[in-house]
């Protein structure tokens, strides 16, 4: 218990030192790219977004965009994007990791955090 008090203390000292670091580290995820992909065969869709969850590009293969192709086309959407979003998810825990020196903060974070991205 006192460690954790301990290193709540030691967050709460660079507390004014860490919002410079929570700047700088949204400015990094906001440059950094994560990717998801679907694909059945040579069919795909392909999602592209930044470090902070924001899609910047989706790509679709082009036998894809016919009727009978609809709901491929729907489950591959989903794959890519849930893919891309847990890519997101894991580089802010690594992030929010490295921000913190791997201090747990309070009991159960760092469990809480993994359970983001299953």
């Known amino acids: 218990m006192f460690k954790n008090l301990t290193n709540l203390a030691s967050a709460m000292r660079n507390m004014t030192q860490m919002g410079a670091q929570m700047k700088a580290l949204n400015a990094k995820l906001e440059s950094a790219r994560v990717y998801g992909s679907g694909a059945s065969g040579a069919l795909a869709v392909n999602v592209e977004m ?51 020196g791997g201090v747990e903060l309070f009991p159960g974070l760092n469990e809480m955090l993994e359970n983001m991205v299953k």
Request: glycine share 6%; aromatic share 2%; net charge neutral.
């Open 50 to 100: 930044n470090g902070l969850g924001i899609v910047r590009t989706v790509s679709v293969s082009e036998g894809l965009l016919s009727p009978e192709n609809k709901t491929l086309l729907e489950q591959l959407t989903k794959d890519s994007m849930n893919q891309a979003i847990k890519s997101s998810k894991e580089m802010h825990i690594q992030a929010f990791k490295e921000l913190t």
